[in-house]
């Protein structure tokens, strides 16, 4: 829009709300019904002159954000989010269901507006606490929405404009939060609707196995009755199924598949061609011949340019180091099968295997759940320094798994 026309859009908005706040149903044919209800909603909860959006506990919003399958898309697809905030002087904020918001980051400018209003980790930006908002409403009817200055019930946001677009499990459908991009009411674009759809759909293809697959334990076996999808299992043994049903590959086509698998933004032939074969001499057209064998054994649901996966995918990997970011130590040993592919000469895929290898065992070196490092044992039989960090930990006190720890450390001696 041009400047003379923005300009007498916010003139409008803000006749509108004026109206509302001295009148109350004045304001009926001055705004669109959505932005009216919700000021009449918020009016009951709030006093125009809020300063801030008021801030829940530090600790429990990091928890939330800990335990939620989004902090794992928002990691995989950050520098996306990053870039788009800092190319359009954008804030950007991820909420929970309950428009909590869980993470932000901001372009130079609105990271400080966004901090003066506590448009931040921990902010409270429903309805009822802070009046009128795109995140609210995106939240509150499942459909991105935008709010335009004094649209805004509160006017500590009257110089905003905000569109929002909700996140949800494209598996289960289960409502996970919303995506909000923010800029200065002069920068409003026509597209900035359409972006915010782009970012909400970006972050839903990188969910993790969590949020699609919550019925299913560590994914070491799925029967028939698996939610649709792509599941991978990579750890130990190599296992691909499809909406329940086991797909018979190679060894580099499944290896193609899981590096696809654990890049949702997208390879390209290049990229994907040094991810598979390193410096080995391998023509382009060869990868392409596995591509396409895939793409048929998945229905067509593989995309060229960049080549990426148009399905909900799970990975015990993802599932793993989910599991080992939140702490639960005892359910990611569960979940580790053991060497990522083992023999695979992938230069990537020996490198993640290392990853996830060194995550799993410095998880247990840190909190030796005697349970946990028995089973461990079993999958590194050689690794006696958990098995004794274990023992140190135990101590004098009595422990059922003593004797079998004890007996681990014998065995790998021997």
């Not at 334990?217 to 792509?230: E, F, I, M, N, Y």
Request: glycine content about 6%; hydrophobic content about 45%; overall charge negative.
């Amino acid at each position: 829009m041009r400047q003379p026309e923005l300009d007498e859009r916010k003139r409008a908005t803000l006749h509108a709300w004026t109206s509302f706040v001295e009148h109350g149903d004045a304001a009926e044919p001055l705004v669109r019904p959505e932005i009216l209800s919700s000021w009449a909603r918020s009016e009951a909860a709030i006093a125009p002159d809020v300063t801030a959006a008021p801030l829940a506990d530090e600790s429990e919003t990091s928890s939330i954000w800990r335990d939620s399958p989004l902090q794992v898309a928002v990691e995989r697809v950050e520098s996306d989010l990053r870039r788009t905030a800092e190319d359009g002087d954008l804030v950007l904020a991820v909420t929970d269901p309950d428009t909590r918001v869980l993470w932000t980051y901001g372009g130079r400018v609105m990271r400080r507006k966004a901090e003066a209003v506590n448009f931040v980790a921990g902010g409270r930006w429903d309805e009822a606490s802070v009046g009128t908002n795109a995140l609210d409403l995106a939240n509150r009817f499942s459909e991105p929405s935008m709010v335009f200055s004094a649209e805004h019930y509160a006017p500590i946001v009257h110089n905003w404009v905000c569109w929002a677009a909700p996140v949800v499990d494209p598996v289960s459908g289960r409502r996970l939060g919303v995506i909000d991009l923010s800029t200065t009411w002069d920068r409003t674009h026509p597209i900035g609707l359409a972006t915010a759809r782009v970012m909400a759909r970006l972050i839903e293809t990188a969910l993790p196995h969590s949020a699609h697959h919550p019925s299913a334990s560590g994914l070491g076996v799925v029967d028939d009755t698996a939610d649709p999808g792509l599941v991978l299992t990579l750890l130990g043994t190599a296992e691909v199924r499809l909406d329940g049903q086991r797909l018979l590959l190679n060894r580099r086509q499944t290896e193609v598949l899981a590096l696809l698998a654990l890049h949702p933004e997208g390879l390209s032939l290049e990229q994907l061609h040094a991810l598979v074969y390193g410096d080995q001499a391998v023509t382009f057209s060869t990868l392409k011949a596995e591509v396409s064998h895939l793409r048929s054994a998945l229905g067509g649901q593989l995309s060229s340019r960049p080549y990426r996966l148009t399905m909900p995918v799970a990975t015990d990997v993802e599932h793993v180091l989910a599991l080992v970011r939140r702490g639960r130590v005892a359910a990611a040993v569960d979940s580790y099968g053991g060497d990522l592919l083992p023999g695979t000469n992938s230069p990537a895929l020996a490198e993640l295997g290392e990853y996830v290898a060194v995550a799993v065992r410095e998880a247990l070196l840190a909190d030796p759940d005697p349970d946990a490092v028995l089973r461990y044992a079993e999958r590194a039989p050689y690794d006696t320094a958990v098995v004794e960090r274990c023992l140190a930990v135990l101590g004098d006190a009595p422990h059922p798994a003593k004797p079998l720890l004890k007996g681990r450390i014998a065995a790998a001696r021997a």
